[in-house]
């Protein structure tokens, strides 16, 4: 597009060579400020656009990672839910009388043990346990002379299951848990002969609390 034409005053003269130069100048320096201008602008807005394009792609990602971890974290819990709990534990028979949810206190016997001796200590209103049955029990063993624990199924929080007079334990138990009703808890001090003996491990004579929580026709 032409320039339009400035019309001089009667008494303006003509520009010489010297000032159209510094014209020419002064406009092709302004062009190019606005150039520059433009660039700097046009850079920014590409900057904020990359940065915003960037920021998003992190969201997608951490958002990304964050589900997965979430699907993990289900997975663990549905692992954890297949395993037994202590939140299950034990599993006292109907009627049972509290006690049996707490681990006893055991202390050591005192004189000589010549010969099983079955204590009862909570009477259980359930059938009696027989041979040939399977029984479910809780149960602490300690050295009979010291009270030092050796055993527990407290420990493992899941009770302890075996077909009484099957000789899968030792005779102590076999013999002293003959007749004890669901839902008692027992003291068994078994001498060594009726336990793992002398030389045994544990060795001598011992002592055991157990809890009777179910009993079974057959072996399971």
Avoid: C, H
Wanted: no cysteine; aromatic share 4%.
């Amino acid at each position: 597009m032409s320039q339009p034409t400035r019309t001089r005053r009667p008494n303006e003269r003509p520009p010489t060579r010297a000032e159209k130069r510094k014209a020419w100048k002064e406009a092709a320096a302004r062009a190019a400020a606005a150039r520059r201008r433009r660039r700097i602008i046009g850079g920014t807005v590409g900057s904020i656009i990359v940065t915003a394009l960037l920021v998003a792609l992190v969201v997608v990602v951490v958002r990304g990672n964050g589900n997965g971890d979430d699907k993990d974290s289900s997975n663990a819990g549905s692992e954890s839910q297949a395993t037994p709990t202590v939140q299950g534990f034990p599993p006292l028979p109907a009627g049972a009388d509290p006690a049996l949810g707490t681990k006893p206190a055991v202390s050591k016997g005192t004189g000589e043990l010549a010969s099983l001796v079955v204590t009862p200590l909570i009477k259980g209103t359930g059938p009696a346990a027989a041979n040939g049955q399977q029984l479910t029990v809780n149960y602490v063993g300690v050295s009979y002379a010291t009270g030092a624990e050796f055993d527990s199924s407290w420990k493992r929080s899941q009770p302890f299951e075996f077909q009484l007079g099957a000789g899968k334990v030792i005779k102590g138990w076999d013999q002293g848990l003959v007749g004890v009703t669901v839902g008692s808890r027992v003291q068994l001090d078994i001498p060594a002969n009726l336990a793992y003996g002398d030389g045994g491990d544990p060795s001598g004579p011992l002592r055991f609390v157990v809890d009777v929580l179910a009993a079974a026709s057959g072996p399971v």
